[in-house]
């Protein structure tokens, strides 16, 4: 159920940012978009290898 609430939003998002004019594809090609993007995987990367470790350590 939850997974279906997911995507309905997801879907209406995607409507509302269409609405007002802006382009995720251009947000993403932008030099802008690619450094938030590049920061953010980074980021998830560092946050991902601290779980593992953490969860090692306690099995």
């Known amino acids: 159920m939850s997974l279906l609430r ?4 997801t879907i ?7 609405f007002f004019g802006i382009s995720i594809q251009a947000i ?3 030099p802008a978009g690619q450094a938030n993007l ?5 980021l998830f990367s560092q946050f991902w290898q601290w779980m ?6 306690l099995s």
């Open 6 to 9: 997911l995507a309905f939003w």
């Open 12 to 18: 209406i998002l995607f409507f509302a940012l269409s």
């Open 28 to 30: 993403i090609n932008s």
């Open 38 to 42: 590049s920061y953010m995987i980074n």
């Open 52 to 57: 593992a470790s953490w969860l090692n350590l």
